[in-house]
């Protein structure tokens, strides 16, 4: 059937939630504000997103640039060579997230979220997500990392 179902549009994007979908990753954020208070949040955000195709979508931007970041245990020079690659990305989304709250700053954090066994499940236990810092950024290009 799969010609079949290629030709009519049918073949929809399931197979990349399964058999083994591995972890999901979020952006993690927090904007200094002029006043000097702050405001957090999450790409993507479950509640925030709405109607449910932006929630897709930037449920994607935080998978795309999560493909694109190394590990922090990897060597130095692929991290290097990996943020020529994944920067103007991340710049893209703390300069839309300095417009759409009016902050001054802002703090990414990329956090892939633990996906627990069934065994741990069944037993009660978890494990801790990894989370990997991003920078802060200004209007103007990046303070930190």
Same mark, same amino acid.
């Given at each position: 059937?799969? $010609?079949?179902? &290629?030709?009519?549009?049918? &073949? ?11 972890? &999901? ?10 006043? =000097?208070?702050?405001? @957090? ?36 020079? *692929? ?10 990305? *991340?710049?893209?989304?703390? =300069? ?5 709250? =009016?902050? @001054? ?12 066994? $069934? ?21 103007? =290009?990046?303070?930190?990392?």
């Amino acid at each position: 059937f799969r $010609p079949l179902l &290629g030709a009519v549009h049918l &073949g929809h994007g399931y197979r990349f939630f399964a058999p083994d979908p591995g972890p &999901g990753h979020a952006i993690r954020w927090e904007a200094a504000l002029p006043d =000097g208070s702050s405001r @957090t949040g999450s790409i993507p955000d479950r509640d925030a997103d709405r109607p449910r195709l932006f929630y897709h979508r930037r449920f994607m931007v935080a998978e795309k640039i999560a493909a694109l970041v190394p590990p922090a245990e990897a060597p130095v020079e *692929v991290r290097r060579q990996a943020k020529v690659e994944w920067l103007p990305l *991340v710049k893209g989304v703390a =300069g839309n997230l300095l417009r759409v709250t =009016g902050g @001054t700053q802002v703090r990414l954090e990329l956090v892939e979220c633990y996906l627990p066994t $069934p065994e741990e499940v069944n037993g009660g236990t978890t494990g801790a997500d990894v989370v990997t810092p991003l920078g802060v950024y200004e209007r103007r =290009g990046e303070v930190g990392r």
